[in-house]
């Protein structure tokens, strides 16, 4: 597939705000880690800028506007971080999906969620010679931490994880994401269905739909959202995105503007 080299997404706030007053809706999804947040040590120590948050949450109440927080963390992991009640959650890399009147598990995954605990209890077991190995059992996908670990043993702990995972290759595949093996249900489901999913249940005029991700699985979204306004966000690695931004201290910035621009007219139209 011929990809053509993302713009930098500074240089087109004029050419996003025209497509945006062109339409009636706006759909906005968002990556957590290393999109919203920078990538810390521990991920359990990724916390939202408090300017973020805000914007976050006034986009989400206006009308004809959605946010969804899309990211492999679990739907609990995910909430507990942005707390924000007209913010719509998809978690375990859109497996799970939860907001206002909306509530989804992919079923193939939740039919799954017996073999993915076994396969996390034997690769705990396999690991636990290497430090820093760190098996996290999200329900419906799993995740397999390196970032504390030795890098001379990632070729080890990988080793042990794809040789895990071949005994049960018609059900679970590995995806390579940052510092991070992700273990996903084989279900025909990524972000890109996700994103679907939710625009199915939302109804209402078709929207524009904005983007913003950092992670391999976020490449499926960019994929099916051809003439919507797609970012890959950090190191310019090749990407379907079609504008690139540097890291999560651009995306808020193009946040606070997008805030600025939404909030610009029509002052009454919060929900
Ligand atoms: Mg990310």
Known sequence: MSRQQPQ????????????????????????????????????????????VQRAIDRLSRKRNLNVTVISGRSLHDLHARIGLPYVIYAGNHGFEIKGPGLRFMQPIAGALRPELQDLCSRLAVSLSSIPGAKVENKVLTASVHYRQADPADVAQIEEVILASVKQN???FRVSLGHQVFEILPV??????????????????PTPITIYLGDDSTDEAAFRMLTGSITVKVGPLDPTSARYHSPGPAQVREFLLWLESIAFARAKAATR
Do not use: M, Y
Not at 12 to 40: M, N
Not at 187 to 204: C, P, R, Y
């Open 169 to 171: 290759a018609a059900r």
């Open 187 to 204: 279900a025909g489901w990524n972000k890109g269905a996700a994103v679907n999913w939710i625009h199915d249940q939302l109804g209402g």
């Open 8 to 51: 930098p997404l500074a240089d087109c706030f004029p050419e996003i705000e025209r497509r945006i007053r062109a339409r009636e809706a706006v759909s906005l999804f968002l990556d957590f880690d290393g999109t919203l947040t920078p990538l810390v040590g521990d991920p359990a120590e990724a916390r939202l800028d408090a300017a």
